[in-house]
């Protein structure tokens, strides 16, 4: 699950999280226990971006991203939520450090994943959390169904999360973010040929490599324009040259999340 493969099904899941923690230990044993995130980014704070959630199991283990919509819901990606239940499942805000203890710990009441997402295609990898209690943190806006030309090859795109800095290396401790252009559905065909779902995803990233989400970045945000245009969802490796990142394509699933977040 940790090398240059296709990092669909995150390592990243309650389901396999913690095997997986004890795995990356064992075999970068130098490693940091915390793990980092986004290759290539900077570090930055809750506080420039008060929507981006962490993601974490019961004992507080941060495994995927996820961004605030509204006071009470969460998006993030379907393939997060394998193995998930909504008791074993907190949606941390206002917290920029892995260890820290500041911020909102919310609980969850229930999770609804996409019922057409497929662990075999990846395809319709969105999920949204409703939250027993509110945020104290602003929301952010996400596109609407009729913004389909938000996706315009080099359209500039930034990314956040706490996911490891490079493909093999440890977590980030502090939330990372950094931009990326998006790229035309016809490069992204080139990369990955049919396992590119024009209709459900899209991909950001330099044709050079060296900026990407990367593992325990799934499920958070990407932005374009201030406004959640995807969820971080699978790539081959990370920030490799000819293999950028794919996001779920939000405008098709827009309707659906909107449905969600009126509950
Ligand atoms: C992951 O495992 C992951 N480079 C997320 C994004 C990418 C690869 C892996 C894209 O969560």
New binding site residues.
């Given amino acids: 699950m940790f090398g240059p493969r296709r990092?669909?099904q995150?390592?990243?899941t309650l389901a396999a999280g913690a095997a997986v923690a004890a795995t990356a230990l064992l075999a970068s044993p130098t490693a940091s226990a915390a793990p980092q995130p986004i290759?290539g980014g900077t570090t930055t704070t809750t506080a420039a971006y008060p929507f981006i959630m962490q993601i974490t199991d019961a004992s507080g283990r941060q495994f995927?991203g996820g961004t605030l919509v509204s006071a009470t819901k969460v998006v993030t990606a379907a393939h997060c939520m394998a193995g998930g239940s909504a008791g074993n499942v907190r949606v941390v805000g206002g917290r920029t450090y892995l260890n820290g203890t500041d911020g909102t710990v919310g609980r969850v009441s229930k999770i609804w994943v996409d019922p057409e997402y497929t662990e075999a295609t990846s395809g319709h990898d969105v999920a949204v959390l409703t939250l027993s209690t509110p945020m104290p943190y602003k929301p952010v806006s996400y596109v609407s169904s009729s913004q389909t030309g938000v996706y315009a090859a080099g359209t500039t795109a930034r990314i956040l999360g706490w996911?490891t800095t490079s493909e093999y290396g440890s977590p980030s401790h502090q939330l990372r973010t950094a931009t990326v252009p998006v790229l035309s559905d016809s490069s992204c065909r080139t990369s990955y040929g049919s396992d590119f779902v024009q209709s459900d995803m899209v991909c950001a990233?330099y044709s050079s490599g060296g900026v990407?989400?990367?593992?325990?970045?799934?499920g958070g945000p990407l932005l374009i324009g201030g406004v959640l245009a995807g969820i971080?969802?699978?790539?081959?490796?990370?920030?490799e040259a000819g293999?950028?990142?794919?996001y779920t394509r939000l405008t098709t699933f827009s309707d659906l999340v909107t449905a969600q977040v009126g509950s």
């Fill in positions: 990092a669909r995150a390592a990243a290759v995927c996911g990233g990407d989400t990367c593992q325990g970045d799934s971080t969802s699978w790539g081959e490796g990370c920030a293999s950028p990142g794919v």
